[in-house]
């Protein structure tokens, strides 16, 4: 074992969903490992016969950073590696493995829906033993463990042969090169009626599905063309690219364009799908129709007993907090607890552990249920196809035929794109101070009947996280809602989400962005976002 001197580095604060930062930053020596001791260290000592699991989404700098990682988890005591060949694990599929194998926890490189390549993003993240994403908790105490590091171990070792699966010795540490994909498909398989699917498909329902030369591709084509029949090019940008093929690996209807286009084409096929670089996400698409995420987690809610895992009912949902209020309707209706978190998957883990909940759903193309701890894309493109085998109705029907039973929530998300960041700071402060004063005023003819900066007490084991976006709620339950993102690797990224309920069935054919216009005109009133941004116009709207 070598022991290797080190300085603190500033800045290895997890965000939203671990450590993210450019290539160039996590490729400096001693960067990677301050981080990876620092997450041990505060582990602590593990013991005997515990289990890491390793993998990531394949972008540049993959390998690398595996190799390092393995030679520091021998030195500090994991008995075994699980990594997936070739370095690939999906964010569930890691997720599928802490579990079935009862890992210790793991170690997932991503910087999932970021864009990857030399010149881009690497990230890093810690899942515990229950497949989650560490709680704040601990990813508090790995920062501030950061910040006080003066040395780490790893042992002098050769590189281990990633691409042959089975065991290599690395010191007392027995590495296991396993197939990424087969464990999660079966657990797939487990979950959803796989016959009903594939006589869906015989049928001659046409499906298709973007990888987006991310790390779904290898998992898509085990379950949908193979597991599922359906034809070969089913699923396109199959093969995972170290730069995604220069792309931005995130399911939306910017960079999602091949399959937008083919969707909202002639001819289009019955259903469309894609998933994000570590293939957490999902975005949902109809023949000519986008299911907003918010949406998709509340029809899935309100038809999971026609899938064989949630037949029995669900126990609870949970949505985080920016998310539409959609769910909330259906959980009402089915007289269960209907959660609201703060942004990011490591809220959910407390509800899922306990049963409270079997749904969670992100606005931001995230939906999964307790099947893992994460959210995750392909199980929600398989339970969509379920549901559309089982209703025999097309996803726009499936949706419409809810928003008449429910209402339909508008719902947009505006994001502001590499803003300057104290600009964005001076943004969000200003609209901290003016948050007390907004109660009972009126903007646009809608009257504010709370603002304030969303905190949340886990009522699991009662921690409390707070300043996770300003909110300003009307009377009538529209609301706005600005917080900065805790993703981004440059600048800030403003996000402003937006919200209106509409109960009346003849108005649910206005497009979204013309249903929501006051509402967008009244959060530039209040935030100044064009005049402290410089921006006249969002990044990306969705
Ligand atoms: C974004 C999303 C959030 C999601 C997170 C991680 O965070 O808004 O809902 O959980 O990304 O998703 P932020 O802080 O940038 O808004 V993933 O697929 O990037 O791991
Ligand atoms: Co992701």
């Given at each position: 074992?070598?022991?290797?001197?080190?300085?603190?580095?500033?800045?290895?604060?997890?965000?939203?969903?671990?450590?993210?930062?450019?290539?160039?930053v996590?490729?400096q020596?001693?960067?990677?490992?301050?981080?990876?001791?620092?997450?041990?260290?505060t582990?602590?000592?593990?013991?005997?016969?515990?289990?890491?699991?390793?993998?990531?989404?394949?972008?540049?700098?993959?390998?690398?950073?595996?190799?390092?990682?393995?030679?520091?988890?021998?030195?500090?005591?994991?008995?075994?590696?699980?990594?997936?060949?070739?370095?690939?694990?999906?964010?569930?599929?890691?997720?599928?493995?802490?579990?079935?194998?009862?890992a210790?926890?793991?170690?997932?490189l991503?910087a999932?829906?970021?864009?990857?390549?030399?010149?881009?993003?690497?990230?890093?993240?810690?899942?515990?033993?229950?497949?989650?994403?560490?709680?704040?908790?601990?990813?508090?105490?790995?920062?501030?463990?950061?910040?006080?590091?003066t040395?780490?171990?790893?042992?002098?070792?050769?590189?281990?042969?990633?691409?042959?699966?089975?065991?290599?010795?690395?010191?007392?540490?027995?590495?296991?090169?396993?197939?990424?994909?087969?464990?999660?498909?079966?657990?797939?398989?487990s979950?959803?009626?796989?016959?009903?699917?594939?006589?869906?498909?015989?049928?001659?329902?046409?499906?298709?599905?973007?990888?987006?030369?991310?790390?779904?591709?290898?998992?898509?084509?085990?379950i949908?063309?193979?597991r599922?029949?359906?034809?070969?090019?089913?699923?396109?940008?199959?093969?995972?690219?170290?730069?995604?093929?220069?792309?931005?690996?995130?399911?939306?209807?910017?960079?999602?364009?091949?399959?937008?286009?083919?969707?909202?084409?002639?001819?289009?096929?019955?259903f469309?799908?894609?998933?994000?670089?570590?293939?957490?996400?999902?975005?949902?698409?109809?023949?000519?129709?986008?299911?907003t995420?918010?949406?998709?987690?509340?029809?899935?809610?309100?038809?999971?007993?026609?899938?064989?895992?949630?037949?029995?009912?669900?126990?609870?949902?949970?949505?985080?907090?920016?998310?539409?209020?959609?769910?909330?309707?259906?959980?009402?209706?089915?007289?269960?607890?209907?959660?609201?978190?703060?942004?990011?998957?490591?809220?959910?883990?407390?509800?899922?552990?306990?049963?409270?909940?079997?749904?969670?759903?992100?606005?931001?193309?995230?939906?999964?249920?307790?099947?893992?701890?994460?959210?995750?894309?392909?199980?929600?493109?398989?339970?969509?196809?379920?549901?559309?085998?089982?209703?025999?109705?097309?996803?726009e029907?499936?949706?419409?035929?809810?928003?008449?039973?429910?209402?339909?929530?508008?719902?947009?998300?505006?994001?502001?794109?590499?803003?300057?960041?104290?600009?964005?700071?001076?943004?969000?402060?200003?609209?901290?101070?003016?948050?007390p004063?907004?109660?009972?005023?009126?903007?646009?003819?809608?009257?504010?009947?709370?603002?304030?900066?969303?905190?949340?007490?886990?009522?699991?084991?009662?921690?409390?996280?707070?300043?996770?976006?300003?909110?300003?709620?009307?009377?009538?339950?529209?609301?706005?809602?600005?917080?900065?993102?805790?993703?981004?690797?440059?600048?800030?990224?403003?996000?402003?989400?937006?919200?209106r309920?509409?109960?009346?069935?003849?108005?649910?054919?206005?497009?979204?962005q013309?249903?929501?216009?006051?509402?967008?005109?009244?959060a530039?009133?209040?935030?100044?976002?064009?005049?402290?941004?410089?921006?006249?116009?969002?990044?990306?709207?969705?």
């Amino acid at each position: 074992m070598r022991i290797v001197a080190t300085t603190p580095f500033d800045g290895q604060k997890p965000g939203t969903s671990g450590l993210r930062k450019k290539v160039k930053v996590f490729a400096q020596p001693h960067y990677l490992e301050n981080f990876v001791q620092a997450v041990f260290d505060t582990l602590g000592p593990v013991p005997a016969g515990a289990v890491l699991v390793v993998g990531g989404d394949g972008r540049y700098h993959n390998r690398t950073a595996i190799q390092t990682i393995l030679k520091m988890a021998a030195a500090h005591g994991f008995s075994r590696a699980l990594v997936g060949q070739g370095g690939i694990l999906s964010t569930p599929a890691a997720s599928c493995i802490i579990r079935k194998y009862q890992a210790f926890g793991g170690l997932i490189l991503s910087a999932s829906h970021n864009p990857g390549g030399p010149e881009e993003d690497f990230g890093i993240k810690y899942n515990a033993g229950n497949g989650g994403p560490a709680p704040e908790a601990l990813t508090d105490a790995v920062y501030a463990r950061t910040r006080s590091l003066t040395e780490y171990r790893l042992v002098d070792a050769p590189d281990v042969d990633l691409d042959t699966l089975g065991e290599t010795q690395v010191d007392g540490l027995t590495v296991q090169v396993i197939d990424p994909v087969a464990d999660y498909a079966d657990l797939m398989e487990s979950l959803f009626d796989f016959a009903a699917i594939r006589s869906l498909i015989a049928g001659g329902f046409r499906l298709r599905f973007d990888a987006m030369h991310a790390v779904t591709g290898p998992y898509a084509r085990e379950i949908l063309e193979k597991r599922l029949g359906a034809p070969a090019g089913t699923v396109i940008n199959g093969m995972p690219l170290e730069d995604f093929g220069g792309g931005h690996p995130d399911p939306n209807l910017v960079y999602a364009e091949e399959l937008v286009a083919e969707m909202f084409g002639a001819n289009a096929p019955d259903f469309g799908a894609a998933s994000d670089g570590d293939g957490d996400r999902n975005m949902v698409l109809g023949r000519n129709f986008f299911v907003t995420p918010s949406d998709s987690l509340a029809v899935l809610a309100a038809n999971a007993t026609l899938c064989p895992a949630y037949a029995r009912g669900i126990a609870g949902v949970a949505r985080s907090m920016p998310t539409s209020g959609a769910a909330d309707r259906v959980a009402a209706r089915l007289g269960v607890p209907c959660f609201e978190t703060p942004t990011g998957w490591k809220f959910f883990g407390n509800l899922l552990d306990a049963g409270k909940v079997t749904l969670c759903g992100e606005e931001s193309f995230g939906t999964g249920s307790d099947h893992v701890r994460e959210k995750d894309g392909l199980w929600a493109v398989l339970m969509w196809l379920n549901v559309l085998a089982s209703r025999k109705d097309s996803v726009e029907a499936i949706v419409r035929h809810h928003w008449a039973e429910y209402g339909r929530n508008y719902y947009s998300r505006h994001d502001y794109e590499g803003v300057d960041s104290d600009a964005a700071n001076g943004l969000m402060a200003h609209l901290r101070a003016a948050a007390p004063g907004l109660a009972g005023t009126v903007l646009r003819g809608y009257t504010v009947a709370l603002c304030d900066d969303f905190a949340y007490t886990d009522p699991v084991d009662g921690s409390v996280s707070t300043a996770q976006g300003i909110r300003v709620l009307f009377t009538d339950g529209s609301r706005v809602v600005f917080r900065l993102s805790g993703t981004g690797t440059s600048g800030a990224t403003l996000r402003l989400y937006v919200e209106r309920y509409e109960a009346d069935a003849t108005r649910h054919d206005q497009p979204t962005q013309e249903a929501l216009a006051d509402l967008i005109a009244l959060a530039d009133d209040v935030a100044g976002i064009v005049a402290r941004t410089g921006r006249d116009a969002p990044t990306v709207i969705t």
